[in-house]
């Protein structure tokens, strides 16, 4: 019995999210059901986080407890065979039993991705958000250093979320322009449900010319997720990064 | 009475081909269902070249008459509201009666896309060929050279072609590295069925060693389908730009 490590990419397009449901399609579903023909029994995959429908990832990972079954260096391989196209198995290794895919996080981060352009592309429609009218990016990253730090993200989390502590860390978001594209990098401790995609729709409204960089100070007091902006599209989010302590993998 | 010419771009993975099907999803055919319902009447829509299932356009051109309907500058943002999201109109105009988006082209470009790593990435798996073992990438451009020019592409054409003029003329065929990405960009005078997959499966072939460079001029030569490399998958296709005369547009 041992405890492997996996990390893998999704086009999250097709899926309805990475946590199971019943009749849908799912990256957690989609997982498990592979595992158990490879395991000769139903295998429980525990993510670093669930992401929600459309949302993609270039590193999210996860874990679970293989009893037999292939070695694990074998096993990105035999992964790859078998899932489907829109899943891509990247590395698997032996953990230690310490090991948890969501509780051992040290920082997580997102990218969410804007395609500034009068025409949008087809190529990454999917991996896009297309905005044609003007952004001042000045402003927004006059905005985006407001968010940095540990601050009560109340107002920038989905209005029905159940956990009561909404108190988290971001350390770092940074807006990078690569040609037509606009990359925002949010690496924080952890995030609440739709938290980058309220950041980056806020941002947005700041770009545009809704509210001011300084709004965000008093909406971050609010703690009302009405007082905040809109919800960026699923589409453009991925899950860029996920560090854990060092340690916790098994060298074989 | 007008002649539209319609620049667009498709991700041809969840299509059945430019060329319309009874029942199956094509490009024309999405085209001309939502044409239809602007123009009230069945609109015939003609394209510089059929695409097979998978292939893609950067810019495919196409053209259709239209008796009535919106201004031809309110085309392209109609258009981008009633089309899937896998298809993207680009551009439209009014081109003058001798305008035909197949036969008025001057030269066409495809570029096929090559992924070498060692993982696949997931969002670029649909729009390339991932290729893992080793290319030498400097015999790919010795053999290139040999395409260049005018030749009977027999060999390097769909054995069942009824076509009976296989003589072609290749301009260009530059093998370009971008990161992980090998792109390799073929302009000519018009195209054969398969024949640039047939073209980038034989330049892989010879990137692994089963030929030599100068195995291409064997190749021509046999007028063989069977002499020829392998035909390279259809996803990393792509209608790259199709150029015609000037004067054919009307600006108004």
Redesign the interface.
Known sequence: VRKIKLEI???GTDFHGFAKQKELRTVQGTLEAILERIAGRPVEVLGSGRTDAGV?A?AQVVHFVLDGGPPTEKM?YILSRMLP???????ACDASNDFHARFSTLQKTYRYTIQRAT?????S???AWHITSALDIVRMKEAAVHFVGEHDFTSFCAASTPIQNKIRTIFELNLEEHETYLHIFCTGSGFLQNMVRIIVGTLVDIGQGRYVPFDVVRMLEAQDRRIAGKTAPALGLCMWNVVYPEGLEIST
Request: glycine share 0%; charged share 40%.
């Open positions: 990419a999704y086009d993609h270039r990105v196209r829109d899943i891509v198995p990247i590395r025409v949008e592309d087809v190529f429609n999917r991996y």
